[in-house]
């Protein structure tokens, strides 16, 4: 059983101004016991040979991965081979066979899908995020699951990671062997679960003021 998370950002990211390294991110990653990483950037295809070996020396499978802006929607792309150049939706469907495609937090108020969207390029998803911001009393995750059952898309837990304290809440176990290409098939066949907890108030207020900050720094930036 491997635990992964696909979702993640580092102070290499264009768009977020974080304090930590992609490296300091798999380190502090191996101490949580995290054996499968996909760092996200926005818009940036980040996936050298140098932050590979880097995590094998930590004992990490690293599988590439990006979290584009498509349409003003975010979208995770994963086993990526290059830095795909995607504008819209139509342009998207022409790569559905070449990596695999993830609507993120498809029902959060910003960036999101959301309903409409997640219904109507169906076809497209390989998987659907289950993000861990959220409390016990507000998880906008809860509205995707009716999709999920329906069409039998996998549902899988990411962090969608901005602060390393974000780690560690909510999570996918794989039943697979420690390789891309095994792990990837795995979550298509559902042999998967996840594992999750709501943040503090505290916590999910503090993510939420830092969101709206970010995004307000990148329009008038």
Request: charged share 30%; net charge neutral; aromatic share 16%.
């Amino acid at each position: 059983m491997l635990k992964c998370d696909f979702h993640m950002h580092a102070k290499e990211d264009p768009e977020d101004r974080l304090s930590y390294s992609a490296k300091d991110l798999i380190k502090y990653a191996k101490k949580l016991n995290y054996d499968v990483l996909a760092i996200t950037l926005h818009n940036k295809f980040f996936f050298n040979q140098d932050i590979k070996n880097f995590a094998k020396r930590h004992g990490i499978l690293l599988i590439s991965g990006m979290e584009a802006t498509v349409e003003g929607k975010h979208i995770l792309f994963h086993d990526l081979k290059e830095d795909p150049v995607v504008f819209d939706f139509e342009e998207l469907e022409s790569y559905k066979d070449e990596f695999f495609i993830t609507p993120a937090h498809p029902f959060y108020p910003s960036c999101s899908v959301g309903r409409e969207m997640l219904y109507d390029y169906r076809k497209l998803w390989d998987f659907v995020e289950y993000s861990h911001f959220y409390t016990t009393h507000l998880n906008l995750n809860k509205s995707a699951e009716p999709f999920c059952r329906r069409f039998k898309i996998p549902f899988i837990g990411n962090s969608d990671a901005h602060h390393l304290h974000d780690l560690g809440m909510t999570y996918t176990i794989v039943d697979a062997d420690k390789n891309k290409d095994s792990v990837l098939e795995a979550i298509r066949k559902h042999k998967f679960r996840v594992s999750k907890k709501p943040e503090s108030p505290f916590m999910f207020f503090e993510d939420t003021l830092w969101s709206v900050g970010t995004q307000f720094r990148n329009v008038f930036k």
